[in-house]
């Protein structure tokens, strides 16, 4: 069986960016950096959580993070998963 190579190894992405891998008419595959168009929502998953990120910013989930971190070409990342705010220690 013939693997062929995955593009995104040699591809590195900015801020919240996503490689997706593209295969022309001929068998050739390309890889190119976007941005998320739509973030899904899994229910009470980890991945439709809030979360709060590094710029102290509420996000919807961490897909939505990542969309504002690539369209406004900020390396803001995750701090914690939750909304932003103080912990006290008891």
Do not use: W
């Not at 591809?11 to 050739?28: I, M």
């Not at 950096?33 to 980890?46: A, R």
């Not at 989930?61 to 995750?78: D, E, F, G, M």
């Amino acid at each position: 069986m013939d693997e062929k190579h995955n593009p995104c190894e040699d591809l590195r992405c900015g801020p919240g960016e996503q490689c997706v891998v593209s295969e022309d008419g001929r068998g050739y595959l390309s890889a190119h950096c976007v941005c998320p168009h739509e973030c899904d929502n899994y229910g009470d998953s980890v991945e439709s959580s809030p979360v709060c990120a590094t710029d102290g910013t509420d996000f919807e989930s961490l897909c939505h993070l990542r969309a504002y971190a690539c369209k406004a070409k900020q390396n803001v990342t995750i701090k914690y998963y939750g909304k932003c705010g103080k912990f006290y220690l008891i």
